[in-house]
Nanobody, 117 residues
């Protein structure tokens, strides 16, 4: 089975930075599209960023220019560098994997990011 383990969430002041990490196991990581979703109470679930097996990236308009997604296939890891954080970024962030064969999505357990002064 595929498992995704996230870390790096926490409390940060507005304007600060955090780096989220997701380590995948039980899958062929290098062939998988990876991404980050976020879910805030009362808000629509949002795809924050994604990265393909070849390194092509996409970003939500709300985070473009502030967040950077990257992957290290040798370490089965995907990262989300978050800069210039604001309170609207407060959410539970989920790492996701898109299976290369059927597009089945595996979700991580989520990590809380809180931006507050």
């Amino acid at each position: 089975q595929v498992q995704l383990v996230e870390s790096g969430g926490g409390l940060v002041q507005p304007g600060g930075s955090l780096r989220l990490s997701c380590v995948a196991s039980g899958s062929i990581f290098s062939l998988s599209v990876m991404g980050w979703y976020r879910q805030a109470p009362g808000k629509q679930r949002e795809l924050v960023a994604s990265i393909t097996s070849s390194g092509n990236t996409t970003y939500a308009d709300s985070v473009k220019g502030r967040f950077t997604i990257s992957r290290d296939n040798a370490k089965n890891t995907v990262l989300l560098q978050m800069n210039s954080l604001n309170p609207e970024d407060t959410a539970v962030y989920y790492c996701i994997r898109v299976g290369p064969r059927y597009g089945f999505i595996t979700w991580g357990q989520g990590t809380q990011v809180t931006v507050s002064s």
